[in-house]
């Protein structure tokens, strides 16, 4: 039993002692010395290498060059492949060398950083790697936290500490932290969860002298955070090094590939399989030919292994292999890395993704995805935080029946007001000066009933620091109305009540959580009475009202109706005169539940639960929450570029909508727009279906569904379906639930994606990855998933591209996305420019890349023809080896880093030039059949022009200049010259740059050229360079260069005109725009109504009040406030 | 840690970063495309019959030698037993032969661009560097041509080097009957860079070239070993004989020929006047196994080179496309201008 005890906490739960090394020694826990390096000095090489070959690119190149050491069969030597294996190996040697030196670098630096350990009662200063799990460590202003610390004391008041998380999250936030325990000699006992890599996570015990205290997040302190604000604090380190959160979040993330990266894997296995077809026939050949003529050339040259033909066509076949083995362009996936790479830094370079306000550029954060912003048609949106600013302010409230709230008002006459609140109604100061009991009591909740701290630096200049900006705005709007909430401690909070300072004992805070949606505080004011004030969703307060309020209930109701209907997020607020015997009663059995090790959670609610009842209805608060800038210019941008939106929110009905007309995704001109929302599964069918029938009459009732099998992958592809006219849908969090399921899904799918907009409302996080999931399996289609919050973070991982608004709610969703910025308008930039430049560049250089590899290989089968099959190559085996690696890389980068069609305001003025991208129409399995046409083409041109010109033909001296060197040098510049034009006629914008690496690069083939053959080159390598003297005597002729000139044009001028004649009978969206640039006419906004929005999340409820609820219930941080659906109004509506 | 400041990220805003680099977009309308597609059209044909007004002045005669037919002169040469043979081929020129007339033989379907054939050779060796006459570099393949069998090392080695072309020709004048023989000048037929860099002989050995051969044999199918290749003039021996530098300039077509002699010099330095010829061949060289055909040509050459009717056809061809693909291009275009207006 005893062993089983001891594997138990080993390897389940950590088990720790302060300062007490030998103890927590024996457990063998890391210590705080961190590793993110890979390799020493010695496994650098060969571990690397080790990595890279099993890359399948490098693998390939390592077969072919075991092929080509095979004497037999070696039709090139062994540098073609050497040289460009070695420059792809040691680029990448060389990347991740200065990676892991930098990360050597930084694990030294941060290794051997200084903290204060306490030993032995003494303070010592250590170096961080040497600091071990169970020490107490001290740490002052500005310094980084050392490892995960349990937080003990600081120098603050209530023992609080502000830190900074930018090593976390990149971004300044400041938090509160809590303290516990103020003894610091302490031989406390930790019990917690094993290492693990949720942050906002965190489960243990400490026992003090035989009292167990529960310990939840708030009590921790996380490596990569910095102390701010604060003088000192002393932590116990409960994880160190590789267990701390930090490290263990730097894992692996998921890894996303494109379509196009799909597509291109599968061009590559088919030009694996047409390379061994192109083989096959050339071996084919040789068989026949060896068998015709090759015995009797014998003659000329025998060989050792006699004529065997079908042997020979053996060996052939694998000599053409490696010199076809061009069509397989492994530089490929380098050189798109490279362009996704200078994509990426276009983005994180943009001034115009760049918020002056936060500080923050475009960043993106996974560099393999660019061209698919180009294809995007769905976009999955969340609402709070991401198309609104989730700054909240108080608008409007409803107190005892009264509605308030239509004009501007003045609060001078309060010295303590937040100049920036503005209120616009002048009745409600005449209540509240005139001291209406219930309207002081509302507010006298709402300064009471929170989580906020506020700060005085000095007098009268109040700051709260709120978990949601929702109970800012609450807060704020009592303290401008007279009841100013001041300052607290865990046991009072003081306000000033109209000018006259009132402390209150706070009794227990019953705290938020997205189960219960409501908060209750319970309080003893000056005189002695408790109070209970509770302020929630309406639905959960008006299931909890005293009969007494059913009247004000009704009123309140067709306010709150009102209010959602503007858009704006509603409150209840009740209170409720409580009972001294039965608190103390109550109280107690609070205590026992919170201390309980089970259950902790479900016996607090229960205990909630029943001093949570009979409530006297006090009013309703609505709060406002602006859209961002350019949100509905945003939206109409991407509907016009066919870009379908759905926001996924946990907002009411009312609000989504109304937010849903306000951004202009929801239109007066749209046909109709589809609300479902009922509660059984066959209803919302139903809704789904005539929904359906009335968008599109004649669509049946099987959806149509395209089955494919791809590579052993079985999909269902849902095809788009006609429909005539924009429509819209809502559809709330109930129906959804239904609508997802398995046999109801399909349904959704075709409804859903018949509509322009489509809201759906309370939905759960798990629900909006659903949805999106939903679209990605069942659509050919890219989805975009965009959010602010954690909340998000499932979708953004789900959709194809997540990005993220490193917004306020902190930066979890940021961390998760593949690109992040700081407003919701900047998408439209991501998207239409940088998304659609990057698909066309992506685009482009894959077709010009396969054409120009094509090209080039094609040459070596015609010229198979007329050497017996015996694979000589048409080319000098230089120009192989450079041609991909130095004459033809560059130009081609350029092309796919700096070309565009059209600038970035024409891509803004036409969105629909963004429709190419999300038909796949810039390369496809078509597309690539042309370019294989194509080069084939220019390949016969490239190889019978030369052959035909130089057939029996002489130099005009009479020397001979049909040899195979000249005629090799030839065919080259033919072809190098043939694929630079074709270039400059594939670039749209010739700039500098890229004609520099044109033109630079065509130069440079001549000085290379006329270098290898020249007469130093062969005296020293005499056996590598034997061309020696080609380029002299051949590029001096007239016939020579009238033949290359001949092949460029005759490969050139049938592309001009086919695509002049396209140009003019069948114009594509570019050419039309290309041809007329005129004004749009932009389509009106609406701005009928007004957008708002509004969210709550947990807050500092056990911080409040930590002295005395010490052991307060691990929670998990809500999410958005109100999650449940509330289907009140929609009845009353139906009714 | 972090840059403090107010805008202490922001990106660079440069002309390269935001993409705003001063660019020209060049585009494909009718403005610049027809009349481009008429003029290139004109240019090439203008091109076209220059080319082909040159090739139809070069004057070229062209005999095939192989001896296929049972009436052609040199049948009786084409049995393999029949050693050192000689044939005779006659032929008459009914106008001047303009000057330098060069003489060439040429081989049909016969394979120099075969890949193990090319390859079959030593470069080292050729230079003159005598470490490579005895061991072989290893970065080159001779075989089966390395060693012979007795396992001594051939010198010059290869396939390429076996495989000479050793027919040899007289050219004769048929002046009332008696033969007047046109002196062939087989001086400076071969690259100026393989004579004077590529190609080098081993520094003789007390004076003499043979001395550096030794311990080597000549490839099999030689009479002669290298440094007796010309028997007529010391210093066309060797590496440096021309014959021998011509031939190791492989073809790159199976149909090719080669630089036999100029005719330069004397009566004839103006050219063959018309007349009747007779062309004495030394039957030497095998090619009717492979189905080969071996040739001989005279011809001058002109700017362009020599004869080739292609590239002037070709030249007027592409040109007569390109005016009509201009006419086609200015019908659409006429036809198609107005109607995208209304649709854009």
């Known amino acids: 039993i005893y062993v089983v005890f001891f594997y138990f906490i080993s390897s389940e739960e950590r088990h720790l002692r302060a300062n007490d090394r030998e103890y927590n020694l024996s457990f063998m826990y890391a210590n705080n010395a961190i590793k993110t390096s890979k390799y020493n000095v010695f496994t650098f090489l060969p571990l690397n290498l080790f990595e890279q070959f099993q890359r399948l690119a490098n693998a390939y190149f390592v077969f072919l060059l075991i092929l080509q050491l095979i004497p037999q069969i070696s039709s090139l030597s062994w540098f073609t492949t050497v040289v460009p294996l070695l420059l792809v190996l040691s680029i990448t040697l060389a990347k991740d060398l200065s990676d892991d030196i930098t990360r050597h670098k930084n694990d030294k630096h941060v290794n051997n950083r200084k903290v204060e350990v306490l030993i032995n009662g003494e303070l010592k200063s250590e170096k961080w790697m040497n600091v071990q799990v169970g020490d107490i460590v001290k740490l002052e202003n500005n310094e980084f936290v050392t490892a995960d610390l349990l937080l003990l004391s600081s120098s603050e008041p209530l023992n609080l500490i502000y830190i900074e998380t930018a090593e976390l999250d990149g971004l300044v936030t400041e938090t509160l932290i809590k303290y516990t325990i103020s003894i610091l000699y302490i031989s406390g006992e930790v019990r917690c969860e094993p290492p693990n890599n949720r942050l906002d996570k965190f489960t243990g015990t400490l026992t003090v002298r035989g009292e167990t205290f529960a310990l939840d997040n708030e009590r921790i302190l996380l490596r990569g955070c910095t102390l701010r604000n604060t003088e000192w604090c002393f932590g116990l380190v409960v994880f160190g090094g590789p267990d701390t959160k930090l490290m263990q979040n730097s894992g692996k993330s998921i890894f996303k590939r494109t379509s196009i990266d799909h597509l291109m894997n599968f061009l590559v296995m088919f030009i694996f399989g047409f390379l061994a077809f192109l083989c096959a026939i050339l071996s084919i050949g040789n068989g026949i030919w060896e068998y015709q003529e090759g015995n009797s050339f014998i003659t000329f040259l025998p060989r050792a292994d006699g004529a065997n033909a079908s042997l020979s066509a053996f060996l052939t076949f694998w000599s053409y292999v490696i010199i076809l083995n061009t069509v397989v362009p492994i530089s490929l996936y380098v050189s798109v890395e490279i362009l996704r790479l200078g994509n990426s830094y276009f983005i994180d370079w943009d001034c115009k993704m760049y918020h002056v306000k936060s500080n923050t550029p475009a960043q993106a954060r996974t560099t393999t995805l660019n061209e698919e912003l180009g294809q995007i048609k769905y976009i999955f949106s969340d609402k709070t935080g991401t198309l609104t600013q989730n700054i909240m302010t108080f608008n409007r409230c409803s107190i005892n029946g009264k509605s308030y709230g239509k004009k501007k008002i003045d609060f001078s006459w309060n010295s303590l007001a937040d100049s920036k609140f503005c209120f616009h109604d002048h009745k409600l100061v005449e209540a509240v000066k005139s001291g209406s009991p219930e309207v002081r009591a509302f507010f006298r909740l709402l300064a009471l009933c929170h989580t906020v701290m506020a700060e005085e630096k000095t007098e009268g200049e109040l700051f709260y620091q709120a978990q949601s900006p929702d109970e800012g705005a609450l807060v704020t709007a009592a303290r401008n109305f007279g009841f100013v909430f001041r300052s607290r401690t865990p046991e009072t909070i003081s306000l000033v009540e109209m000018g006259v300072p009132t402390t209150y004992e706070l009794l227990a805070v019953l705290d938020f959580n997205n189960v219960r949606k409501r908060m209750s505080v319970i309080v003893r004011n000056p005189e002695g009475k408790l109070t209970l004030y509770c302020k929630g969703a309406d639905t959960i307060i008006f299931e909890r009202l005293h009969p007494l309020s059913s009247k004000l209930m009704e009123v309140t109701t067709e306010h709150l109706n009102e209010y959602a209907g503007e858009g704006l997020r509603t409150l209840a607020l009740a209170y409720k005169d409580l009972d001294e015997d039965k608190f103390e009663e109550w109280k107690e059995r609070h205590h026992e539940a919170s201390t309980s090790l089970e259950d902790r959670e479900a016996k607090l609610d229960a205990i909630y639960e029943e001093i949570e009842k009979d409530l006297l209805l006090l009013g309703a608060s609505a709060v406002e929450d602006k859209l961002q800038d350019g949100v509905p210019q945003t939206i109409e941008q991407l509907a016009k570029a066919d870009i379908k939106i759905w926001v996924l929110t946990g907002d009411k009905q009312e609000t989504a909508e109304n937010i849903g007309y306000s951004c202009n995704m929801l239109r007066e001109e749209m046909k109709e727009i589809f609300i479902v929302a009922s509660n059984t599964a066959e209803e919302v069918r139903e809704e789904l279906v005539n929904a359906r029938k009335k968008m599109s009459p004649e669509s049946g009732d099987e959806p149509p569904i395209e089955k494919s099998r791809f590579l052993g992958k079985k999909s269902q592809v849902v095809e788009d379906e006609k429909v005539n006219g924009e429509y819209g849908l809502v559809i709330n969090g109930h129906s959804l639930a239904f609508a997802l399921q398995k046999d109801m899904q399909l349904e959704l799918l075709r409804t859903a994606c018949m509509c322009q907009a489509v809201i759906c409302c309370r939905v759960t996080p798990l629900q909006k990855a659903q949805v999106v999931e939903l679209v990605k399996k069942h659509k050919k289609a890219v989805t975009l998933a965009i959010g602010d919050g954690a909340n998000d973070v499932s979708m953004i991982k789900t959709a194809h591209i997540g990005v993220g608004i490193s917004g306020q709610e902190g930066m979890q969703a940021v961390l998760s996305s593949d690109f992040s910025f700081a407003q919701f308008r900047y998408l439209q930039r991501l998207l239409l420019v940088h998304g659609r430049w990057s698909y066309l560049r992506m685009c482009k250089f894959l077709r010009y890349f396969f054409y120009k590899n094509f090209t080039f290989t094609f040459v070596h089968f015609w010229y198979a023809f007329f050497c017996g099959f015996s694979a000589q190559t048409v080319y000098d085996e230089w120009f192989i080896t450079l041609y991909n690696l130095i004459y033809a890389a560059l130009p081609v980068i350029g092309l796919s880093l700096f070309d565009q069609d059209v600038n970035d305001r024409w891509s803004f003025q036409y969105p629909q030039l963004y429709a190419p991208g999300q038909l796949n129409q810039y390369f496809s399995k078509m597309a690539f059949a042309r370019i294989l046409l194509h080069s084939c083409y220019s390949s016969l041109i490239l190889f019978f022009v030369p052959w035909a010109a130089m057939c029996d033909t002489v130099r005009d001296d009479g020397k001979d200049i049909a040899d195979y060197q000249s005629f090799a040098l030839l065919a080259q510049t033919c072809l190098l010259i043939v694929v630079s034009v074709q270039l400059g006629l594939d670039t749209y914008y010739w700039t500098a740059v890229s004609q520099f690496f044109l033109w630079g690069s065509l130069s440079v083939y001549f000085a290379v050229t006329f270098t290898m053959y020249s007469n130093g080159m062969y005296l020293i390598f005499t056996s590598s360079f034997p061309f020696i003297g080609t380029a002299r005597n051949s590029l001096n002729q007239p016939n020579i260069w009238l033949t290359i000139f001949l092949t460029t044009i005759l490969c050139i001028l049938p592309v001009v005109a086919k695509r002049f004649l396209f140009i003019q009978l069948k114009p594509t969206i570019n050419d039309k725009v290309g041809s007329t640039p005129r004004k749009v006419p932009r389509r009106r906004i609406s701005t009928r109504r007004s957008g708002y929005a509004f969210s709550h999340a947990r807050g500092y409820g056990d911080l409040v009040t930590s002295g005395r609820f010490l052991r307060i219930p691990v929670k998990t941080r809500s999410a958005l406030f109100p999650h449940t659906d509330t289907t009140l109004y929609l009845y009353k509506k139906n009714m | ?344």
């Open chain 2, 1 to 344: 840690m972090k840059n403090e400041g107010k805008s202490a990220q922001r990106p660079d805003n440069t002309a390269f970063t935001q993409q705003r680099l001063p660019a020209w977009q060049p585009i494909l309308s009718a403005g610049i495309v027809i009349p481009g597609f008429l003029i290139i059209g004109l240019a090439f044909i203008g091109i076209g019959i220059g080319l082909f007004l040159t090739s139809q002045t070069i004057q070229v005669q062209e005999m095939d030698y192989t001896g296929v037919e049972k009436d052609s002169p040199c049948f009786r040469c084409t049995i393999p037993s029949n050693l050192n043979c000689t044939c005779e081929v006659t032929f008459s020129l009914s106008t001047l032969f303009t000057g330098p007339v060069f003489f060439y033989y040429g081989l049909s379907n016969y394979y120099q661009n075969f890949r193990r054939y090319g390859v079959s050779k030593d470069y080292n060796q050729l230079t003159g560097d005598t470490r490579y006459f005895k061991s072989r570099s290893p970065e080159e393949d001779c075989s089966p041509y390395s060693y012979d069998s007795n396992n001594n090392p051939i010198v010059p080695c290869g396939a390429i080097a076996n495989s000479i072309f050793n027919d040899t020709f007289e050219l004769y004048q048929i002046i009332n009957g008696t033969k007047k023989q046109v002196p062939l000048d087989g001086r400076g037929i071969s690259w100026w860079t393989d004579y004077n860099i590529k190609y080098r002989n081993p520094s003789p050995v007390n004076g003499s070239l043979a001395k550096a051969f030794d311990g080597t044999v000549k490839p099999i199918n030689w009479p002669r070993p290298a440094y007796e290749l010309d028997l007529t003039d010391p210093n066309n021996n060797g590496f440096l004989n021309q014959d021998f530098l011509v031939w190791m300039r492989r073809a790159a077509l199976p149909q090719f020929r080669k630089l036999y002699r100029r005719i330069t010099d004397g009566d004839y330095a103006a050219g063959l006047p018309a007349g009747n010829y007779s062309l004495t061949v030394h039957y030497n060289y095998p090619v009717l196994s492979f189905d080969g055909r071996k040739k001989v040509v005279f011809s001058n050459v002109s700017w362009m080179g020599g004869k080739n009717n292609f590239l002037g056809l070709a030249y007027l061809v592409v040109g007569s496309l390109c005016v009509v693909m201009s006419v086609v291009m200015l019908v659409v275009y006429a036809k198609f201008k107005f109607s995208d207006d209304d649709d854009a």
